[in-house]
């Protein structure tokens, strides 16, 4: 029931929860007296449920999000001083990458990701970055899959995008220039753990033409080689 | 069972969630592989389960804790980027606070805090500010209830307490000096909503006896006012 929450969804009514979990009203009714009551689900004044403070304190134990993001946030924090552009932080989830941070630069390009949300793989720095050392049957399964138009510029050959991961995994950084929106350019590098395992990718996202890939390519390579050393290193 | 996960208890067994629940191991066996299936809850290699990205991502739709993060962060990120200083963002829950976000200062003083954990309301600025501001028989929970000693400067006496609370009400902030560390100071205001209900708490935390309470205060209060201003208007 939990599930049928979501960033369009973020409040449901009873009888919406009972329509989307295909349950009746009174189970669902006496799930949400349950939810409530241990504070996964919250009830407005308006009679509506979102999600509580208690399933958000509880999530926020995810070691491949929030313990990724303790260890990432201070070098996020520098990358995004010394920039002021957007910085990124995403991991795989299935066919579909996930954003665990996103940090906001003054006056930099807006950008349509939200903590939290799914995204494709194949459009942004941060998605090819993870596509690129992916298992090669998730490869496999998006390249064969429909690859989503998001601008004119977005790659959906899969001939063309399977050139563009060698290239990845050779250069050590991906280039993502306005296939997601026609003004904007991501840089996105992979960040390792302690196996050498790429477990996410950091990105810088700026104004299509303001800087240069290779320049943005060095600052993002640093700040995830550091991310990656202090996910190797014991815990303090 | 999924509280039974904590701070410091991220990683559980089979064994541990059965003894913990309550429950026996072959219920708690067949609860597991449906949350597992679900991405509640994602199993290690060492066999230990812990939370998954997908309760991860499913709680970030909380608006009390990721809704007021994403309004409050700008304005997070410039109080940081200003005073280089620990910022800190908690709303109440019950008798107690939760963190939602916390920018450590670069050099700053070392904080107790973790996102998405628990503190009493007594001892720090953000809890104090929270308090003040209370339903009164949140109040009386709290100040007819043992009250812990972090240092030996941490006010546990309910009268003086009282008078605190009056004050904070009044001035507009609240001033915690080494209450919490011997070697802290948290100056803490109220973040308000549209109907001028104090949701949330914003704090500084710096190095006892490095800056006037008084200056802190007013750079807190300003930051405070702003994260209000942007809770208030219509989300863009």
Known sequence: MLGAFSTDHPELSLSELSRKSGLPVSTVHRMLGELTAWGA???????????????WQVGSLAPRSQGLREHAMPFLQDLSQITRENVQLAVRE???LVFVERIAGSGAVPVLTRVGGRFALT?????????????????EQVLTGPLEHFTPRT???PQVLRRLLADIRAN?????????????????????DGDN?????????????????????QLVCTSARAISRAMAAPRT
Request: hydrophobic fraction near 50%; avoid cysteine; charged fraction near 20%.
């Open 155 to 157: 790659i959906t050959d």
């Open 94 to 96: 299935g066919a579909e």
């Open 197 to 217: 395992a790429v477990i996410a990718a950091v990105s810088l996202v700026v104004h299509h033409g303001s800087a240069s890939p290779r320049a943005l390519a």
């Open 123 to 139: 459009a942004t720095g941060v998605g090819l970055v993870l596509l690129a050392h992916a298992p090669v049957d998730v490869q």
């Open 172 to 192: 050590g950084y991906a280039v993502s220039e306005r296939q997601v929106t026609m003004d904007s350019l991501s840089v996105a590098a992979p960040v390792r």
């Open 41 to 55: 689900l919250e009830r407005g004044a308006d009679g509506r449920y979102r999600i509580g403070l208690r399933l």
